[in-house]
């Protein structure tokens, strides 16, 4: 193993069976990793409960096919645009509710190596904090002073592309240094012959500095990074306080209009009870006018 270098991700690679990415610090070279050998736990389940065999190898921090493309985003569908869409505004949300110093980007470009600036990966949605203190921002470049890798990216699942989110994305989210990595299959359309379809992925990085894949199935699933639970709505993903669902984050504009409707259930209530007071009220004068006129005729 290269020196400094820890476990990366874990990819199946048939039933029962996964890899996991060797994750070397920023900085390695790539000849020293190329050069560091392979190492393979084998794990043979009629010896062991553990059901799964992990296989560790070095990841390298840049390749010819993750540079770039100049010719701009790849059209997206209807319902993946949706997806994306809905997730930044829950995101933005959740930034503006608890004051935090982060920003909520879409397909904004990170880039890791300045060796290599056009190597990199433009996520769904990425939540980058602390901030760069540029308001306009054209990429992220992690070399730079205020510029660090976002602590959790989301990837929507493309029909077009599904083969890339489920084998192809993770090994560059190892290398860009993401904390946590979530991937959401709403169409599901994952292919078969990498363990799919599944509604949600989960990497998250542990201790040794893997990016390891610690959920892969149905909802709900949990996120560290956003201290909440995901869950799925039709075509979109929810994100919940709990894990039934029941308390779900608004996003500014549902938040916005559950307060008018509040505010006029509110308004309504001081109505009724006005109106209930007034009848009330009324009642009571026409007792008053009928026990007077009593007292002035006993006969009635």
């Known amino acids: 193993m290269a020196p400094g270098a820890s476990a990366g991700r874990e990819r199946p690679i048939g039933p029962g069976v996964s890899a996991l990415w060797l994750l070397a610090p920023l900085g390695t070279s790539i000849e020293l990793l ?3 050998p392979m190492h393979a736990t084998i794990q043979s389940e009629m010896a062991s409960p553990v059901p799964a065999i992990s296989v560790r190898y070095p ?12 010719e701009g985003p790849v ?3 209807t319902t993946h645009d949706a997806a994306v869409q809905r997730l930044k505004m829950l995101l933005d949300a959740w930034v503006t509710r608890t004051k935090r110093l982060a920003r909520i980007t879409r397909n904004l470009a990170i880039r890791w190596l300045e060796s290599a600036p056009t190597v990199g990966i433009d996520p769904d949605v990425a939540v980058i904090e602390p901030c760069p203190k540029e308001a306009h921002l054209r990429s992220l470049r992690t070399w730079k002073p205020g510029h660090v890798a976002p602590r959790l990216c989301f990837e929507v699942v493309s029909e077009n592309h599904p083969y890339k989110d489920y084998a192809g994305i993770q090994d560059r989210y190892a290398a860009m ?3 946590e990595l979530i991937v959401f299959d709403p169409l599901l359309v994952g292919p078969r012959a990498l363990g799919g379809p599944v509604a949600l992925q989960v990497w998250r990085r542990d201790s040794s500095g893997a990016l390891e894949r610690v959920h892969f199935g149905g909802p709900p699933a ?3 990074e956003l201290g909440a639970w995901l869950h799925s709505n039709g075509n979109l993903l929810d994100i919940a306080d709990d894990k ?6 608004q996003t500014g504009e549902e938040r916005e209009r559950a307060e008018k409707e509040r505010e006029r259930a509110e308004k309504e209530r001081e109505r009724a009870e006005k109106e209930e007071g007034r009848q009330a009220l009324a009642a009571a004068e026409r007792r ?3 026990l007077e006129g009593r007292r002035h005729d006993p006969e009635r």
Do not use: H, K, T
């Not at 990841?59 to 100049?70: K, T, Y």
């Not at 039934?244 to 984050?249: D, K, S």
């Open 244 to 249: 039934e669902g029941l308390a779900r984050w």
């Open 34 to 36: 190329a050069a560091a």
């Open 75 to 77: 059209p997206e569908s």
């Open 177 to 179: 240094g993401a904390r």
């Open 222 to 224: 949990y996120s560290v």
């Open 59 to 70: 990841v390298r921090l840049a390749e010819d096919a993750w540079v770039i493309p100049e």
């Open 288 to 290: 008053i006018r009928e």
